[in-house]
């Protein structure tokens, strides 16, 4: 992607935990998640997590202001804190990566 960084959210971790199923050790969900490290790093990718619930599309990446509402279909958002208008999709790439 843009920024050449893998990033996964936690909680599909998880979900991909589950699936695995529960012979699944801890262990090998964390050999797994070497290869995975291993092969980003072999792509020149950094891979980060973060948590789901970060509230990245309605966080202005200029102030850290966190809207209480942001509807699905606004692509565009002014801040009211700072003034700066933000990109749906740019603003949460931007929020993920400073937060990985
Ligand atoms: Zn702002």
């Known amino acids: ?14 979900a991909m935990q589950r699936l695995w199923g529960r012979k699944v050790s801890d262990l090998g969900f964390r050999s797994f998640l070497q290869i995975l490290e291993w ?23 200029g102030c850290g202001y966190v809207l209480d509402e942001l509807d699905l279909s606004v692509r565009r958002w002014r801040c009211p804190s700072c003034g700066s208008e ?7 790439a931007i929020n993920i990566k400073q937060v990985g």
């Open 86 to 92: 933000n990109d749906r999709d740019e603003n949460a």
């Open 39 to 61: 092969v980003a790093q072999k792509k020149g990718k950094v891979v980060a997590y973060i948590d789901r619930w970060f509230p990245s599309s309605k966080t202005c990446s």
């Open 1 to 14: 992607d843009r920024f050449d960084v893998l990033y996964f959210e936690t909680l599909n971790l998880k």
